[in-house]
């Protein structure tokens, strides 16, 4: 739980001097919203050809050229909702045989830019955000191809609320940091938390 100090008045005292003080109200945080995986597939060669057919056979879309809008009328853009489709795409790509699916990247493990995508798995908050993995796949006469798949969610809170470590915590004042939402007091001086002793 986490507390906001939001409502400040002033009262009269012995001297004609005024004093504000402070009442904390709670605000709960709350937890993250962790959003679905989205799929990026990529092979590391480039030439407009294997452009063109990432567009046509990934995409479902129509190739207009490079310099002429690339891939357009895309029937299934990515990134894709579902990791089932990276090998299948992988396969179709030089109508290979078979593939070998190498594994996402543990915390600590890294893979070299090849083209598509680097290691390590990225992190926000401890929570994966990131992360990528190979795909080699193999035709009839065992000619390899490498491909690169990427994987991605949003780590995200509500409106009202900013990510604070771990959790979700309301925006608004902080009882750490000057409270311009409480008035100097009557006697035009920076009010003062009577308990605490740091500046509202």
């Not at 401890?126 to 992360?131: A, L, M, Y």
Request: net charge neutral; with cysteine.
């Amino acid at each position: 739980m986490h507390t906001q100090w939001k409502r400040c008045w002033a009262i009269r005292v012995l001297g004609g001097l005024f004093v504000t003080f402070s009442h904390a109200t709670q605000a709960m945080d709350i937890a993250p919203t962790l959003g679905e995986w989205r799929y990026l597939l990529c092979q590391p060669l480039s030439y407009v050809s294997l452009y063109a057919r990432e567009c046509t056979l990934w995409e479902e879309g129509e190739w207009a050229g490079l310099y002429s809008g690339g891939c357009i009328n895309k029937q299934n853009p990515s990134p894709w909702a579902d990791e089932a489709l990276l090998i299948p795409k992988s396969l179709a790509f030089y109508g290979d045989l078979t593939a070998t699916w190498h594994g996402w990247l543990g915390e600590g493990e890294k893979l070299p830019y090849n083209g598509c995508w680097a290691g390590p798995p990225r992190y926000k908050n401890g929570v994966e955000i990131s992360n990528v993995a190979q795909i080699t796949t193999d035709d009839a006469s065992e000619t390899s191809h490498l491909f690169v798949a990427r994987r991605d969610r949003a780590l995200t809170c509500p409106a009202g609320y900013v990510l604070n470590g771990s959790v979700c915590r309301p925006a608004g004042v902080n009882p750490h940091k000057n409270n311009e939402a409480c008035v100097a007091g009557l006697n035009g001086s920076n009010p003062i938390h009577t308990a605490l002793g740091y500046k509202l």
